[in-house]
């Protein structure tokens, strides 16, 4: 298996969104990345990459020949097309409480072979975030690569239902993915989740933490910033090559969003800017790391159609 990596500082800036159909059904193993759309291309030097004429699949960021047919390869900038995700679960029935392994397969979407290279994209080849139905269960980890498009990620549901998982990765020569899939774990399903807004300053494992958002009543189809405010100035570090994470979801789990700080500089303030797509109120999490320790808190934020 060969597996190349280049860490592309720029990505860092570049802000990533994904709205996942919907008209989704929960469906046991059901694969929904059908209208997922995948971020635009940032727009870095490295971003040129050259193609074989012949196989589309076949991308580099070096000049070259052809792994496969030995035609010269051509340079040119990624399109931005989606990648084909199969998410599944070993047993295909898992059980609350037991160990089972999420697999994701990734083909390309050319000739639906598996994908042999990846970027470094915040340190990891592959995020993924899973979110239970009922937004009580929240997990941020980096499947492994273990075969040519196939990364696993050991993990334990806590209960029945149904479970979200957002997938971020970036084919090298290819545009960054981010692709929502859902998996089932039978049993009785938990009550969905009625949020109301709860901006409330939250305690971590070693900081505490505050929402303001501006306006203070986000708007669909709007920039919102989100504004957090820690306690924790001294010994705030970088978790996985940036100041924050945030992941947003809606309540009905439709919309998953993974964004990066727009400003932070290692001080008490770090601030996030999210574009709502629909009313709904959005469980937003967000994780920031101090002494070598992760804090992970979440905010429910309403968001209202613009009158
Ligand atoms: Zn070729
Ligand atoms: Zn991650
Ligand atoms: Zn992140």
């Given at each position: 298996m060969q597996v190349r990596t280049w860490t592309i500082a720029a990505l860092c800036a570049v802000s990533l969104t994904t709205r996942a159909d919907p008209a989704f059904r929960p469906?046991?193993?059901?694969?929904?990345?059908?209208?997922?759309?995948?971020?635009?291309t940032p727009d870095i030097s490295e971003g040129i990459v050259y193609i074989c004429p012949m196989d589309p699949d076949v991308r580099s960021h070096a000049a070259g020949s052809c792994r496969r047919c030995g035609m010269t390869l051509v340079a040119g900038v990624p399109d931005p097309v989606e990648f084909h995700l199969d998410l599944g679960v070993i047993p295909s029935a898992p059980e609350p409480l037991r160990g089972a392994v999420l697999q994701f397969l990734v083909h390309d979407p050319w000739k639906d072979r598996p994908v042999p290279a990846f970027n470094v994209v915040h340190e990891r080849l592959f995020h993924a975030f899973v979110v239970s139905e009922d937004l009580q269960f929240f997990e941020h980890g980096h499947p492994t690569l273990v075969a040519d498009g196939e990364f696993q990620y050991p993990i334990q549901f806590p209960a029945p239902g149904m479970y979200r998982i957002l997938s971020d990765f970036y084919p090298v020569g290819a545009a960054p993915q981010l692709l929502t899939a859902t998996v089932f774990v039978p049993g009785v399903s938990p009550e969905p989740a009625h949020l109301t807004r709860d901006y409330d300053q939250k305690a971590g494992k070693n900081m505490r933490v505050s929402l303001a958002t501006i306006p203070?009543?986000?708007?669909?189809?709007?920039?919102?910033?989100?504004?957090?405010?820690?306690?924790?100035?001294?010994?705030?570090?970088?978790?996985?090559?940036?100041?924050?994470?945030?992941?947003?979801?809606?309540?009905?789990?439709?919309?998953?969003?993974?964004?990066?700080p727009l400003r932070a500089d290692g001080g008490s303030q770090v601030e996030f800017e999210l574009v709502f797509p629909r009313a709904r109120t959005y469980r937003i999490w967000v994780q920031f790391q101090k002494d070598d320790i992760v804090n992970t808190l979440h905010f429910d934020v309403p968001v209202r159609t613009p009158q």
């Open positions: 469906e046991p193993v059901a694969e929904d990345t059908a209208n997922a759309v995948s971020a635009s203070d009543q986000p708007t669909v189809g709007n920039r919102t910033q989100m504004r957090f405010t820690l306690d924790a100035a001294q010994g705030l570090e970088k978790y996985l090559g940036a100041w924050g994470h945030l992941l947003a979801a809606s309540d009905d789990l439709i919309d998953m969003m993974h964004e990066h």
